[in-house]
């Protein structure tokens, strides 16, 4: 086995700022022996590098530059950026190693010791998988409906390959997987890229679609016209005297540089430490719960009362920069719906949280590179809110956690394969004419006859 120098590591550009005397880097006991982490900065930045590392020794956790490494951990890399980036630091053997997404170190830290580290590895499949959702979104921008689920079930099915994949005949076999998925495969094996992909990518339409669309308030329609009308940048866009935007549209471009990053775990408990300190000031029985993703999370709560409540405590404080509550339009004796695709009629919220970073750890946020920036105190985060009564609970869950195929693929089993209907309320049973309760999502798995998929697995 090839052995990695601490230079292969760390870049030796910046390894005089980083480097301390091993005396102050091992000063706080280590409980956990087997398990080597190295840190990646790519994406990440020092500051907040250091920050984990620090945490993470305290914790008793093994942090090294050298060759003893055992787990790497990274930030918003994909497992083919992170190969390569070894390759560019020379480190050989890069298989030898646990390549795993930051999360795993945040969960392990959140529980006191080492987790299973499955559920975090990234494989080489994610490359596939990125590739087609790029397409599948093409298709959706074109508003191509067919092709569209074609490229987004194949990345779905291709994300959680529990294996790497280094020939096409690895995926013969596998479901949705037909001759066009196969040759971007293919392309991409035997090139490291696929030029159907890239054709995309390097699209004006396109790019002008995904820059519009990552703007809160603007959907398809707005991209379409705004592009028609020859505007190719967000500038282009708020200097524009003959365009009339929406309130939405107003928050989301006024918030874009923070609204367009991820929000990070640090971020999201902050805002359901307000949420459930709130909710449960009135309300002490109402259930809070966080779900979504690393864009927008969403605060689900079990009390009717709880987004009224929530957002004039929020105001109060000054931490509402924006919201838009929608009424429920739920109807107790109708039946659910047989869209696959169907959004619910809960009362919910689509709001900007203004929160401040004395809330958060201070190595969640992002580096900035204004002087504007470096002197906010605060970041806008977005936040759906979502109530739902007691009895609708698990469904309401079940419904808000996942990926939007393992949605849509749910309610297509339990229509062909159960004769039932299921969305976001309820489940409907056709052949016993029966709504069925479920307290739980277990529960719910239950009635459909299927082993419970714990929530980070729901992707297809």
């Given at each position: 086995?090839?052995?990695?120098?601490?230079?292969?590591?760390?870049?030796?550009?910046?390894?005089?700022?980083?480097?301390?005397?091993?005396?102050?880097?091992?000063?706080?006991?280590?409980?956990?022996?087997?398990?080597?982490?190295?840190?990646?900065?790519?994406?990440?930045?020092?500051?907040?590098?250091?920050?984990?590392?620090?945490?993470?020794?305290?914790?008793?956790?093994?942090?090294?530059?050298?060759?003893?490494?055992?787990?790497?951990?990274?930030?918003?890399?994909?497992?083919?950026?992170?190969?390569?980036?070894?390759?560019?630091?020379?480190?050989?053997?890069?298989?030898?190693?646990?390549?795993?997404?930051?999360?795993?170190?945040?969960?392990?830290?959140?529980?006191?010791?080492?987790?299973?580290?499955?559920?975090?590895?990234?494989?080489?499949?994610?490359?596939?998988?990125?590739?087609?959702?790029?397409?599948?979104?093409?298709?959706?921008?074109?508003?191509?409906?067919?092709?569209?689920?074609?490229?987004?079930?194949?990345?779905?099915?291709?994300?959680?390959?529990?294996?790497?994949?280094?020939?096409?005949?690895?995926?013969?076999?596998?479901?949705?997987?037909?001759?066009?998925?196969?040759?971007?495969?293919?392309?991409?094996?035997?090139?490291?890229?696929?030029?159907?992909?890239?054709?995309?990518?390097?699209?004006?339409?396109?790019?002008?679609?995904?820059?519009?669309?990552?703007?809160?308030?603007?959907?398809?329609?707005?991209?379409?016209?705004?592009?028609?009308?020859?505007?190719?940048?967000?500038?282009?866009?708020?200097?524009?005297?003959?365009?009339?935007?929406?309130?939405?549209?107003?928050?989301?471009?006024?918030?874009?540089?923070?609204?367009?990053?991820?929000?990070?775990?640090?971020?999201?408990?902050?805002?359901?430490?307000?949420?459930?300190?709130?909710?449960?000031?009135?309300?002490?029985?109402?259930?809070?719960?966080?779900?979504?993703?690393?864009?927008v999370p969403f605060y689900l709560t079990s009390h009717q009362e709880g987004i009224n409540i929530l957002l004039g405590f929020s105001q109060g404080l000054g931490l509402l920069l924006y919201y838009d509550l929608i009424e429920s339009t739920f109807e107790k004796t109708k039946q659910p719906s047989r869209n696959v695709d169907a959004l619910d009629h809960f009362q919910k919220c689509f709001a900007i949280l203004k929160l401040p970073k004395e809330r958060m750890d201070d190595g969640s946020s992002t580096m900035s590179t204004t002087s504007k920036e470096e002197m906010k105190d605060w970041k806008a985060i977005r936040v759906d809110l979502v109530v739902s009564p007691f009895e609708q609970y698990a469904y309401a869950l079940?419904?808000?956690?996942?990926?939007?195929?393992?949605?849509?693929?749910?309610?297509?089993?339990?229509?062909?394969?159960?004769?039932?209907?299921?969305?976001?309320?309820?489940?409907?049973?056709?052949?016993?004419?029966?709504?069925?309760?479920?307290?739980?999502?277990?529960?719910?798995?239950?009635?459909?006859?299927?082993?419970?998929?714990?929530?980070?697995?729901?992707?297809?």
């Open positions: 086995m090839n052995e990695i120098r601490t230079a292969d590591l760390i870049p030796r550009r910046k390894r005089q700022k980083r480097m301390k005397p091993p005396s102050l880097l091992n000063s706080y006991p280590i409980h956990f022996n087997d398990i080597i982490i190295f840190i990646v900065e790519r994406k990440m930045g020092m500051t907040r590098r250091k920050f984990l590392m620090d945490l993470a020794r305290r914790k008793g956790f093994r942090i090294e530059n050298d060759d003893s490494v055992t787990h790497i951990v990274a930030e918003n890399n994909s497992f083919t950026e992170i190969m390569r980036w070894l390759q560019i630091h020379q480190v050989e053997d890069g298989s030898r190693f646990r390549i795993l997404d930051i999360a795993w170190l945040t969960a392990c830290m959140e529980a006191g010791r080492p987790v299973d580290s499955e559920k975090y590895q990234l494989f080489v499949s994610q490359v596939h998988s990125d590739a087609f959702e790029v397409l599948a979104e093409n298709y959706e921008f074109r508003e191509n409906e067919v092709s569209c689920l074609a490229f987004r079930r194949a990345a779905s099915v291709l994300k959680y390959l529990p294996f790497t994949i280094v020939r096409v005949n690895d995926i013969e076999g596998l479901p949705w997987i037909g001759e066009q998925i196969k040759e971007v495969v293919e392309d991409i094996l035997e090139e490291g890229e696929s030029p159907r992909v890239n054709d995309v990518l390097n699209n004006e339409k396109y790019r002008s679609f995904k820059l519009f669309t990552s703007v809160f308030g603007v959907g398809l329609k707005t991209s379409e016209k705004w592009h028609r009308m020859g505007l190719r940048t967000l500038e282009e866009v708020k200097s524009d005297m003959n365009l009339s935007l929406t309130r939405m549209q107003r928050a989301g471009l006024l918030h874009y540089e923070d609204l367009a990053g991820y929000v990070s775990k640090a971020e999201a408990d902050a805002a359901i430490l307000i949420a459930k300190d709130t909710v449960w000031k009135f309300f002490p029985t109402a259930l809070v719960t966080l779900t979504g993703g690393h864009h079940l419904g808000w956690t996942g990926s939007r195929q393992f949605e849509r693929d749910l309610r297509r089993y339990a229509t062909h394969e159960k004769k039932m209907m299921l969305d976001n309320h309820a489940l409907y049973d056709k052949t016993k004419k029966m709504f069925l309760s479920a307290a739980s999502e277990e529960e719910i798995f239950a009635h459909l006859g299927l082993d419970y998929i714990e929530p980070w697995e729901r992707n297809a």
